[in-house]
């Protein structure tokens, strides 16, 4: 099992920045990918931004690329997003995700965090 808890969320304005985190514990070495979700009220759920544990691949939605960042610190045991220039498109809660090796799909989540952004 591999639990995972976010913290970082809150409030910012358009152009602003925040970062949210996620500390990861449990089985960590079963995990091949992490990654970012989110879900904004009365949306599908959708990857924001993932990264392979072992060679650090990333990949990025269209809608974020060039102004989030994800990453790893801890000895991997925490990942991070970094958001700037955000918009109020952005406003969702957003959740840490993980992917056990062999399986097709993330399997395990975070409660999430609530990011709003107001014009």
């Known amino acids: 099992q591999v639990q995972l808890a976010e913290s970082g969320g809150g409030s910012v304005q358009a152009g602003g920045s925040l970062q949210i985190s996620c500390v990861i514990s449990g089985e960590t070495w079963t995990a091949c990918d992490m990654g970012w979700y989110r879900q904004a009220p009365g949306e599908e759920r959708e990857l924001v931004s993932s990264i392979k544990m072992d060679d650090g691949t990333t990949r990025y939605a269209d809608s974020v690329k060039g102004r989030f960042t994800i990453s790893q610190a801890n000895a991997k045991k925490t990942l991070l997003l970094q958001m700037n220039s955000l918009k109020t498109e952005d406003t969702a809660v957003y959740y840490c995700?993980?992917?056990?090796?062999?399986?097709?799909?993330?399997?395990?989540w975070g409660q999430g965090t609530q990011v709003t952004v107001s014009s």
């Open positions: 995700a993980a992917r056990r090796c062999g399986l097709v799909d993330f399997n395990y």
